[in-house]
């Protein structure tokens, strides 16, 4: 075991060793070396207080304005009251029963302060924070520890501040500096100017100014960027490595006859990704691509001609989607797109025709039976379904083309079991409807060849989305359910969507529950100032029966969400794709793949509730036809605030790619090598997919070359602990499977 990979309690002791474990998930030397400051203050720049959010976890530099000792009425205690301010804005601290402190915080004195932000009486407080006074006549040497450089700040802990962490990693760099390796070539740190790590830990702990601080960011870039894509190009070599049956469309046969059948043509965009499909289907190796793009681009359109081009060739093909009535979907769009193609084997069919069978776990044992029949014995060359697929019991005759929909909503388990299930490696085709900036799919996806559709169709329509501040003007809200109740009248149909299905509750007194419900559905606003906790998310189910009691009486007003039984949910949008339905209130179940072109009109309640992709998603199901589409983003939150930022920015563009970005730049990248989908778990430290675009590009360009030179590392040692350190078991896993 080498010096990194000592558990810090023989450098910082038991106790402590325990709160860094528990607090910040720091465990070795190594671990404390690497957990950079999230940003430096200066002496005498003090931190904006204006930019602190409630919930956060702080720390600031701030000078004492005014400190005030308040005795208990009627009983015995105190309260110690000391506002801090930037100049500008104010922060109260607030000390219970510690009036002895009034004599060292005095006015005048410029300290650290850390804590968890929250309100009390519309005031932004820390309650009992840690402190270190900065100034030399308060008695601290702090003062004379930060002399003369930036003051580093670390995503701390209530139990840990970051003062007290800066002198966990001081002691750490004094002890094993000298430990530290060297990943990178000699070569590769030559020709782009890097300087060496030890070097760089030290400076970006210890930066003596702003250049010591951007030369040493400049270097850990580069290490985490290219030791992830020697990673990936590890694992897109052993890709390319595996055999795969080629599978060539034939001339004069199923994609020829589909293609013919087209009432339109196909955009610029779907021919040429089309064509670097068929390109990767006729390898010898497995084709392994994402297929990304705007909501309604034609994606499907692009993976159904692929599974026809397979079995063209002989073999089968298979599309597995997260939900059922995502699978029902695509079965009964596929079909309806190739008719008497999809109907091999039966009467009057065509003699070029295939078998498209839907398998889902909800369907009846005649049903289910059939189609595992028919996948096995390979009359069906198109099987769609839900994870019901990936069951052992499923077998196919030929399987050779796999496409995944919406990645994402899927284990790497599960794609991989689905994978499996042929002789060879098929080939794998992933979509996502949710657009990712270029650099984001090169890295969460560098494995993957990447396809982008980025051209609506034409006969498209554009959609125009508007936020509806329901607190600040309650009657743009009555004039949202105007316009709903005029797309109806004109013929169309609309949804609602609520971000809570509303029967999770135990049962209640039913006139009490009414009466919650028409209380939230009714004013907004005052459920939403009576505290600083926020009410409950509006539901489907109480505001379905609102609506039909109130605004929408008289039109036929449907529920569908994931809890409804299969059978109530595939009849619900039956009837509301036949236009049986007027208005269809639904949870996030609609979110992608339904496709009714005559939905013209959607209300989104709660809107600040979902992500910015996912609203790009929702609003993606109107405008599919050929009138003109309506989002309409409700929201109680203020004007000025984050929440209603993000929803500006969904109403201000409906380029999907844009609000990528700015979703990425909320959320941040996540695990990209594991399958953590937050932020929280990002393993990117320093480099930004966002912002080191030009980095991670040459850095994958190394990585490809020096893999193709020495694909085990042998020559390069170092580079390999640090492969395995940013590799853990759960992540190899990932990768293995992926």
Not at 8 to 22: E, I, N, S
Not at 117 to 136: A, I, K
Not at 229 to 247: C, D, F, G, N, T
Not at 664 to 684: H, I, M, N, T
């Amino acid at each position: 075991m080498g010096a990194l990979d000592e558990p810090l309690t023989k450098l910082v002791g038991d106790r402590t060793a325990k709160v860094l474990a528990d607090s910040l998930k720091l465990r070795t030397v190594g671990d404390l070396l690497h957990h950079y400051p999230r940003r430096y203050v200066e002496r005498g720049q003090l931190t904006s207080l204006d930019e602190l959010e409630v919930d956060e976890h702080v720390t600031v530099l701030a000078r004492i304005e005014k400190v005030t000792l308040i005795p208990f009425r009627g009983r015995k205690g105190d309260r110690l009251e000391v506002v801090v301010t930037d100049g500008r804005s104010r922060l109260s601290l607030v000390f219970f029963n510690q009036g002895w402190r009034q004599k060292e915080l005095r006015s005048g004195a410029q300290g650290l302060f850390a804590g968890k932000v929250n309100v009390f009486n519309r005031t932004r407080q820390l309650v009992s924070p840690d402190y270190q006074l900065l100034d030399e006549d308060a008695g601290s040497d702090a003062a004379q520890q930060f002399a003369g450089r930036l003051i580093p700040v670390y995503g701390a802990s209530a139990q840990m501040p970051s003062w007290k962490l800066s002198i966990c990693i001081d002691t750490a760099l004094t002890k094993h500096l000298g430990d530290v390796g060297e990943p990178l070539p000699a070569e590769l740190r030559e020709r782009h100017d890097l300087i060496p790590l030890p070097e760089a830990l030290e400076l970006i702990h210890r930066p003596r100014g702003q250049a010591d601080r951007e030369r040493a960011q400049s270097r850990l870039r580069w290490d985490e960027a290219f030791v992830l894509q020697v990673a990936l190009a590890q694992r897109r070599a052993a890709e390319s490595a595996l055999p795969a049956k080629p599978r060539r469309a034939r001339e004069g046969g199923l994609l020829d006859a589909f293609d013919e059948r087209l009432p339109f043509t196909l955009t610029e965009g779907q021919r040429k990704v089309s064509a670097e499909i068929a390109a990767d289907l006729a390898s010898e190796h497995p084709m392994h691509r994402l297929l990304q793009g705007e909501v309604g681009s034609g994606k499907t359109l692009v993976a159904l001609r692929a599974m026809l081009a397979v079995v063209d060739a002989g073999g089968q093909a298979v599309l597995l989607a997260p939900t059922e009535v995502l699978a029902q979907q695509h079965h009964r769009s596929i079909v309806e797109m190739m008719g008497d193609l999809a109907e091999g084997g039966m009467l009057g069919s065509s003699d070029l025709g295939t078998r498209v069978v839907l398998l889902t776990g909800s369907m009846g044992v005649p049903a289910r039976r059939q189609a595992l029949l028919d996948m096995a014995c390979g009359d069906a060359g198109i099987a769609i379904g839900t994870h019901a697929l990936i069951e052992d019991k499923v077998q196919f005759q030929d399987l050779g083309l796999v496409v995944v929909d919406e990645q994402h909503r899927f284990g790497v388990e599960q794609r991989d079991a689905l994978r499996a299930k042929g002789d060879q490696p098929p080939h794998l085709l992933v979509m996502t409807a949710t657009p990712i900036p270029r650099t984001v799919a090169m890295t969460v996806f560098g494995d993957l060849e990447t396809s982008v559709l980025d051209q609506l169709p034409a006969g498209r329509s554009p959609i125009s989305t508007h936020v509806v501040p329901a607190v600040e003007k309650p009657n743009f809200l009555a004039r949202a359910w105007e316009r709903v109740r005029e797309e109806v009248g004109k013929g169309h149909q609309a949804y609602v969507v609520c971000p809570r299905i509303g029967d999770e509750e135990p049962a209640a007194d039913p006139k009490k529950k009414r009466k919650a419900a028409e209380e939230d559905f009714e004013d907004i606003a005052d459920a939403g100032a009576r505290s600083d906790e926020r009410r409950p998310p509006l539901s489907v189910v109480e505001t379905a029966e609102k609506l039909v009691k109130g605004p929408l009486s008289g039109l036929r007003v449907e529920i569908l969400h994931g809890r409804l039984a299969p059978e109530a949910k595939d009849d619900v949008m039956r009837r509301f794709s036949a236009g049986e339905v007027d208005v269809l209130v639904a949870t996030t179940v609609i979110e992608v793949g339904v496709n009714v072109p005559n939905a013209t009109a959607m209300v989104i309640m709660d809107a600040d509730r979902f992500g910015v992709s996912q609203l790009h998603q929702l609003r993606g199901r109107v405008g599919r036809g050929s009138a003109a589409g309506l989002c309409l983003l409700v929201s109680d939150m203020p004007a000025g605030s984050p929440a209603r930022a993000r929803l500006e920015a969904v109403a201000g563009t409906l380029d999907g790619f844009e609000l990528s970005r700015i979703d990425l730049e909320q959320r941040r990248e996540g695990d990209v090598l594991g399958q953590a989908q937050s932020g929280v778990k990002s393993s990117l430290k320093v480099l930004s997919v966002l912002e080191d675009e030009q980095v991670i590009l040459t850095a994958r360009t190394e990585a490809t070359r020096l893999v193709a030179e020495d694909p085990e590392l042998a020559a390069h040692p170092e580079l390999r602990t640090a492969l395995e350190s940013l590799i853990d078991e759960d992540r190899a896993a990932y990768m293995e499977k992926g």
